[in-house]
């Protein structure tokens, strides 16, 4: 795991775990919301719960642009250095889909959480 985190870039991969931090922060506040029932006295708290989703989303789109950045700069190197042998250069772009790779994820993490978060707070209003 640490060497997809550095072969990824130090600096997107961040950005990545600090965003899956903060969805799993939120999602267990909203999750002791619904357990302690201060979820219903909110009026648009199933709006709120949306949040997960687009935090999930926002990392997606910032591991495509982890991605993207990382060409560039591949594509840049590649041009100053003339021949390139086909390995290298399928090397390097299996390393650069490893920010998007991993944003995908997060934002399939993030959706399973919102619509257990859902189907449980559908659930307590019910009950």
Do not use: C, H
């Not at 903060?22 to 709120?48: C, D, L, P, R, T």
């Not at 950045?69 to 650069?96: C, H, N, R």
Request: aromatic content about 12%; charged content about 10%; proline content about 1%.
């Amino acid at each position: 795991m640490k060497d997809w985190f550095v072969m990824g870039g130090s600096l997107f991969m961040s950005i990545l775990t600090i965003l899956l931090v903060i969805i799993v922060a939120v999602s267990v506040y909203f999750a002791v919301a619904i357990a302690s029932g201060k979820a219903s006295e909110k009026e648009n708290f199933k709006q709120q719960l949306r949040y997960i989703k687009s935090l999930g989303l926002f990392t997606m789109i910032t591991g495509i642009l982890g991605q993207l950045i990382g060409l560039f700069s591949a594509f840049t190197a590649i041009e100053a250095a003339g021949d390139v042998s086909p390995a290298m250069l399928a090397g390097g772009l299996k390393i650069s889909l490893i920010t998007t790779l991993t944003g995908i994820v997060i934002y399939l993490i993030s959706i399973i959480i919102w619509f257990l978060l859902d189907m449980y707070y559908q659930k307590k209003l019910t009950s």
